[in-house]
Every structure is written in C-alpha cells, then in structure tokens.
C-alpha cells in the first residue's frame, strides 16, 4: 500500500487534476459512464459513475476519491505519521485506543484469520518487510532470517478487543500490516458515500477491490467484470456479471521477485503464507464476491495461501462467499474453478478457451 505523501492539498490537487481530466466535452444527453481517477495506496482508483452530467456530479467525484486518501492516511505501513504506524510504535508497550475505523478493520481481519485457520493474518508485517516487499528492495532471504521473522508473526501476538477499541502486542516486536484487506475498506467507505448521496449506478475499482452498485449504462444486468490472467498475458481468462456488490482479486501476479534457483529463474510472489514465511504456493489468484469489499479483499488473500483442495473446501464452507479460484497451469491447461452458485454468471473468454477449462465445485 502507498503513501499518501504532501498532506490534503497536494492530495486534493491530484485529485481535482483526474477529475478535470474526466470531463467529457460533449453537451449533458444520455446516461454515460464517466470515470473520474486519482492515485492513492500504491496504485490507481476509478470511480465510474453513470450520469448524463458529468459536472454535476463532479464534487461528489472528488470528496469519494478523497475518501480513500483518507483511508491510506489511517492504514499505510509507508509512512510513520499514520494510525498503523503508530499503532506499531506503542502497542508493544501499552494498550491503544485504536481509532474507531481501523478498530472495525481489525474485527474482520481476525474474524478472517480465525476462519482461515491463519492464512491471513495481519501480524505478517516483519515477513513482508523482510522479503522487501514493504519499504525495501525486494530479494529472497536466507532460511534464518524467514524462522527469525515467523517468531513474530501469528495472531497469539494480539490481545485485540474490536469492541472496546483496544488493542495490546503480547510480544514487544510484533507489527500489524493492513496491505491485505485496507484497499477493500477503502471501496466500502466510497460506496457508503455514494449510496448516502442518492447514486444508483456505479463501480468502484482500486487495484481488483470493487464495488458495483446498480447498471452499467444499456444494461440491465449488473455489471460485467473480467477475471485478469494471472500468468501476466495482461488478458481476461473470464468474465463474471455482478449486480450490486462487491468483489476483489488478489494474486502472486503484480508483484513478485525473480530469483536464480540451481540456474532456473523462479518468481517469488509478495503474498505470504505467515505460517510458513514463504510466498504462497496456494492457486494462481482468488475472486471473491461478499457483502461487502473488506471481507472480500481479506477472503481473497486467504484462498491465494490456501492449498486448492482446501481453498475450495473453505469457499463451500461459507455460503455468504462466492468464489472463483485459477489454478496454476498444468499440462497446458488452466484450469478456472467456480463455485456452482456463480457458474451461470460466469464467461469464458473465447481466446482463452484453448488454454482453459471452466469447473464447477
């Protein structure tokens, strides 16, 4: 997750500077899609709003998009001025009052990492730092440095009381990251804006994190989103129709390291196993449709460390999850599991079919 560095008023520059950008120069007729972008949390959010004009709804474009600036301010491991990071300067020796939205964070996150059996924990933070995939150069360390770093990682560090809004680390040099489940809080809270200020339609995307509300223009179905090719072919293997809701990706895809094993190049993804401190070996990417995006976004890093058989197990196991799980190829073939429920929503992509087999479980 990036940094929201220069305070509001370069962050509000920024975001007026995407929302100009945005501005068709025809005259209001027909509802559209407008996209309106700003950077924020180490990449790129649209907000897709449909309207039929564009300036008038230009400044709730701009207060949603400051939204989740807001959102990485509290959350970023990038910076030391933020909640996390203060959270991770004291909670080793007292109790913090945690602020109340990343109190409500923090509850999903350790209902996920019990559920999950602790493939997403969010103690992972000296693993993640450690591999250089937060604040460093990424590079495959030795077996040493992985076991020194698992001893301080795992959910028994945390004495959390979501409720209160407390929270304490049992072990002094324990650090929380919030990377895996802060994006889709970020969503949530602009779709909570949006649904207070009357909109119907639209879809918000940071980084695979959405949340659609309504129709995309000349539809009456939802939305129609693509499953990206997690080998990096940068093509959609698959496409899944999504009324209003919310759903979220995650991946080895994005950010990885290469590293020469016995003279093969291997890649090294930056999602971790915290069980074992190695990236995970689960399914090339998850999708996740929730009730909401910070459940999925979490759910989704979880299935990704998963074994497959067990990440498919765990997805039946929770009927308020509809899931959508890449495997990594195998004899040529990759293979797209999709839960039963979801298979009438979901499309192959006629240029994938080669390459691609649908199954249902």
Not at 188 to 210: K, P, T, W
Not at 311 to 331: C, T
Request: charged letters at 20%; glycine letters at 10%.
């Amino acid at each position: 997750m990036g940094a929201a560095r220069g305070g509001r008023s370069i962050a509000a520059a920024a975001l007026v500077a995407a929302v100009l950008i945005g501005w068709p120069a025809g005259a209001a007729d027909a509802p559209r899609r407008i996209d309106f972008r700003t950077r924020t949390m180490g990449t790129t959010a649209t907000l897709s709003l449909v309207t039929a004009d564009s300036a008038a709804v230009a400044d709730l474009a701009y207060r949603a998009l400051l939204s989740l600036h807001h959102t990485d301010s509290l959350m970023t491991n990038w910076t030391d001025t933020s909640e996390t990071a203060r959270i991770n300067r004291l909670a080793g020796r007292e109790t913090v009052r945690l602020d109340p939205e990343v109190a409500q964070v923090l509850a999903v996150a350790a209902r996920v990492g019990r559920e999950s059996g602790g493939a997403f924990d969010l103690t992972v933070e000296p693993l993640v730092r450690l591999w250089g995939f937060l604040a460093g150069q990424p590079a495959v360390p030795d077996s040493a440095a992985i076991a020194a770093a698992r001893r301080r990682v795992g959910w028994e560090h945390l004495d959390l009381d979501a409720a209160a809004g407390t929270l304490r680390f049992t072990t002094p040099d324990a650090r929380i990251d919030l990377g895996g489940v802060a994006k889709g809080y970020g969503v949530d809270r602009v779709a909570g804006l949006l649904r207070q200020a009357g909109v119907r339609d639209a879809l918000i995307d940071l980084s695979g994190n959405m949340v659609a509300l309504g129709h995309a223009p000349g539809r009456n179905d939802g939305w129609v989103l693509g499953v990206l090719d997690p080998e990096g072919s940068g093509e959609h293997l698959a496409t899944v129709g999504l009324g209003d809701g919310a759903i979220a990706t995650s991946g080895n895809y994005l950010q990885y390291v290469m590293a020469d094993m016995g003279g093969r190049p291997r890649r090294y993804g930056h999602i971790l196993d915290p069980r074992t401190g190695w990236p995970a070996q689960g399914v090339a990417s998850a999708t996740v449709i929730a009730p909401d995006a910070t459940t999925a976004d979490a759910w989704a890093t979880a299935l990704v460390v998963l074994p497959p058989d067990e990440a498919r197990a765990v997805a039946r196991a929770h009927p308020e999850l509809q899931v959508i799980l890449v495997a990594h190829p195998a004899d040529g073939v990759q293979v797209i599991w999709v839960e039963e429920d979801l298979r009438p929503r979901v499309d192959l992509n006629p240029r994938a079919a080669a390459r691609c087999e649908l199954r249902s479980f």
